[in-house]
């Protein structure tokens, strides 16, 4: 969805979940169509796999071909670069990582999610030399980074500044484990909306959804919308591009939940 400031996107995590061809795919749909229909369906992907493994240049030029040309993948980074005691030794593993052929994605290449461990706790050394390894661009591609933290330590007024000062956006989370800190901190915002319920139809309860959809809308216009909790406050800034990725929780919600969020919208 494009405003009259930044671009929303509204997507799921992944496209291939079995509980989902007795809800979301047509009976009988072509398992290796499933790409295609999830695609023409919501407006961005998270892939979860390439936290586990490495992909083919081919593979990431048959996704691209195979998606509308106004959509975007987001990525789970390798689970080598961020899984290890140090951050900021993950230079190698954040190359191998960024030179597997994501490139092939062109246009299509949206942000780069670096999603922490719960147990990860806040060191402010360590991420700064860590955020300091994530280039600015690769193979002629604007790269993105979204840092996903998962301790409370996190909510320090230190590790907003450093993401600010490199243009990594904080993902913003609603779940009822990890903390939220919604400070802006990017040309860009990235959520991750992990509430679904499987007893709501769509997920959300349409009072939530009518609720997620004006916080997006205040994120693509350049505002800190209020409702949400921040670090160091509410941060004005230029229109930005905001993802919404209905990504845990019920999970077998997720796609009903991501279109009426973009129907809303």
Request: net charge neutral.
């Amino acid at each position: 969805m494009t405003d009259s400031k930044g671009q929303i996107r509204v997507g799921i995590g992944g496209w291939t979940y079995e509980p989902w061809r007795d809800n979301f795919f047509p009976k009988g749909h072509p398992q290796k169509l499933e790409l295609e229909y999830a695609s023409a369906h919501v407006t961005a992907i998270e892939i979860n796999g390439t936290f586990y493994s490495r992909q083919k240049p081919k593979t990431w030029a048959d996704w691209a071909r195979r998606t509308p040309d106004d959509f975007v993948f987001a990525l789970k980074a390798s689970r080598y670069a961020v899984t290890r005691k140090q951050l900021a030794e993950a230079g190698e593993a954040i190359a191998n990582f960024l030179e597997q052929g994501l490139v092939e994605l062109g246009p299509k290449l949206g942000p780069i999610l670096w999603q922490f461990a719960g147990t990860r706790k806040f060191d402010r050394e360590d991420i700064a030399r860590f955020l300091n390894l994530l280039p600015e661009s690769h193979g002629g591609l604007k790269l993105r980074h979204a840092i996903e933290p998962r301790h409370e330590t996190f909510r320090d007024a230190a590790f907003v500044t450093l993401c600010r000062d490199r243009n990594a956006a904080i993902v913003i989370a609603d779940d009822e484990t990890y903390p939220q800190i919604a400070d802006i901190t990017a040309d860009f915002t990235y959520a991750r909306l992990q509430r679904q319920r499987e007893d709501e139809p769509t997920g959300y309860s349409p009072a939530e959804l009518d609720q997620w959809a004006e916080v997006a809308k205040s994120w693509a216009g350049g505002h800190s919308p209020r409702g949400l909790d921040y670090v160091g406050g509410p941060h004005p800034a230029a229109q930005r591009d905001a993802f919404v990725f209905m990504i845990n929780g019920a999970k077998v919600r997720a796609p009903a939940a991501a279109m009426a969020l973009l129907e809303r919208l």
